[in-house]
């Protein structure tokens, strides 16, 4: 089974602090990407990774990194945590396909999550 | 117009009841369909995955595709308890290399 696992179930910090998050999977995929999650907005990609060193900007990337410095683990980082971060973080990884029409393959398979609150 | 339309609910039936879960899209490029289920305070696990148009079946679950309509649809038959979660539907143009577009969740109560 794919297994995808993030550092912490729930994280409190502080505004203004830099808070990592950090996602490790264990299929050798090489897409990985990181979502928040809130109530009435539903899931929202903040940025995505097809390879090692590789990074792209998903939908609301605004005060977020992100770093992949090995194949198996995509860390989001907080440069200066706001309140407005409050949220569930997700990761989720996916192998490259060339559409086998395979849904282990064509998919994206989810952390359990982090849920980041910001005081 | 958004891309991936889905009701939120919450949507509330009695044990063993028949569930209908849809969603409507508009990007016509879209070919792979998946339903995810997520628990409270959980990550979301893949329950069924359509490539292209027509059915699929999975126990209790039935996912259809109709690509004309751009409008997928999950069936839930003899709705348990345990069914009661957040489904969200999601699709892309291109597997592998490609992002997911996810409706935003229907909330499914099923009461004993």
């Known amino acids: 089974d794919v297994k995808v696992t993030q550092s912490s179930r729930y994280l409190v910090k502080r505004t203004g602090e830099k808070v990592f998050l950090e996602c490790v999977q264990d299929?050798?995929?090489?897409?990985m990407f990181w979502y928040r999650q809130d109530p009435g907005l539903g899931l929202r990609l903040i940025y995505f990774s097809y390879d090692v060193k590789m990074k792209e900007k998903g939908d609301i990337p605004e005060g977020y990194s992100v770093s992949r410095e090995k194949k198996e683990r995509f860390s989001l980082i907080l440069e200066s945590a706001s309140t407005n971060q409050t949220s569930m973080y997700l990761c989720a990884s996916s192998p490259h396909t060339a559409g086998t029409g395979d849904s282990s393959t064509d998919t994206q398979y989810f952390g359990p999550g982090t849920r980041l609150t910001v005081l | 117009q958004k891309e991936v339309e889905q009701d939120p609910g919450p949507l509330s039936v009695p044990e063993g009841a028949i569930v209908s879960l849809n969603c409507t899209y508009s990007?016509?490029?879209?070919?792979?369909f998946m339903w995810y289920r997520q628990y409270s305070r959980k990550g979301p696990e893949l329950l069924m995955y359509?490539?292209?148009?027509g059915n699929k079946e999975d126990g209790r679950f039935t996912a259809q595709v109709d690509k004309s309509s751009k409008y997928i649809s999950l069936f839930i038959r003899d709705s348990q308890p345990s069914d009661s979660a957040t489904y969200l539907c999601a699709m892309s143009a291109n597997s592998g290399y490609s992002t997911l577009t996810f409706g935003k969740g229907t909330m499914l109560l099923v009461s004993p």
């Open positions: 990007n016509s490029a879209f070919q792979y």
């Open positions: 359509t490539y292209s148009s």
């Open positions: 299929m050798d995929h090489e897409n």
